[in-house]
């Protein structure tokens, strides 16, 4: 049984720094591709940053240049170093594990979410 536990939300002024932490059990980690999206009220989960699972990163345009994503393999850990954060950030923000099960098909696996919340 896959586990993803979120951690490091809270509460923040504009322009000050968080850091999310998810860690994952079992030891499909190193295999699997990562993922951090964000979800505010009556509005869809969107993508903020995605890794590889060889390390290539990916950014929403919106944080780009101000959100770090980052892969521990040895703790089973992905992390979203967020910087100069703004109001608009403020979400629930969800980890995301894609990993392969055979023959091709792969499966997500989600956290439970951690709040961010950015006052002005």
């Known amino acids: 049984q896959v586990q993803l536990v979120e951690s490091g939300g809270g509460l923040v002024q504009a322009g000050g720094s968080l850091r999310l932490s998810c860690a994952a059990s079992g030891s499909i980690f190193k295999v699997s591709a990562m993922g951090w999206y964000r979800q505010t009220p009556g509005n869809q989960r969107e993508l903020v940053a995605s890794?590889?699972?060889?390390?290539?990163?990916s950014y929403a345009d919106s944080v780009k240049g101000r959100f770090t994503i980052a892969r521990d393999n040895a703790k089973n850990t992905v992390y979203l170093q967020m910087d100069s954060l703004k109001p608009e950030d403020t979400a629930v923000y969800y980890c995301?594990?894609?990993?392969?099960?055979?023959?091709?098909?792969?499966?997500?696996?989600w956290g439970q979410g951690t709040q961010v919340t950015v006052s002005s």
């Open positions: 890794i590889t699972v060889g390390g290539t990163t």
């Open positions: 995301k594990m894609t990993s392969p099960a055979g023959l091709g098909v792969k499966y997500d696996y």
